[in-house]
């Protein structure tokens, strides 16, 4: 059965773009942090350090990063299930896994690389309509190509940032960790703008194959 998702995706898009904006903030706060750790020497160690506004700011970021992460992710996966349903609907035969992978794929480690762009890749096909003479198309992927790779990136970044972050001991150390962060939140901006425009262009396919049916007018 059929079920529209203009509704969970007019939610999405405001939580995506709250969470664009944490991450937003907190690139701007890594470079009030950049400019902040330059008025130390570069040995000095972080427990040495004099606190200031700079940790308040990273602090008030990965809360915002906290506060916007899990309700965005809830919405996308419910919003992400509803698209790959109807898409079963409109065409069963392009789907090579169930529907249940389209929460499933999120959750396995490695396969979450991959297998959510093939069901999202999959669920474009389905949602493209034919010709107005019955013959197969599919709708340029270039949007959905380009939001799954700078996600994968982003995330990719994002980890090995956190990583060198909480392994800085010295301010030099400090300094080249922030840099990373601060080009990680971009691209996971920039992530964010893609993924806004991939819902967007996803549901509106769906809502007028569901209103004029399979094949595109002449």
Known sequence: MLRSPKGLATALTWLLGAATAAHLFSAGAGA???????????????????????????????V??????????????????RVRSNGGVFRPDVFTLGRGWAIGAWFVPVANLFL?????????????????????????????????????????????AGKTYMAAETVDELLSAGLL??????????????????????????????AEGPYARA
């Open 64 to 81: 915002l990063q906290f506060l916007t992460l899990l309700p965005t992710i809830v919405v996308f996966i419910v919003w992400f299930h």
């Open 181 to 210: 962060g601060i080009a990680a939140d971009l691209v996971t901006v920039a992530a964010g703008v893609l993924a806004v425009l991939f819902v967007r262009r996803l549901t509106a396919m769906q809502n007028t194959m569901a």
């Open 116 to 160: 959510p762009h093939r069901i999202a890749r999959q669920t474009w096909r389905a949602s493209t309509q034919r010709g107005p003479d019955g013959s197969d198309r599919t709708a340029p992927a270039a949007l959905l190509t380009s939001w799954w790779a700078v996600w994968v990136l982003a995330a990719i970044m994002g980890r090995v």
């Open 32 to 62: 009030y942090e950049q400019s902040w750790l330059r008025g130390f020497a570069g040995s000095t160690s972080f427990d040495d350090l004099e606190l200031g506004l700079s940790p308040a700011l990273t602090l008030l970021a990965g």
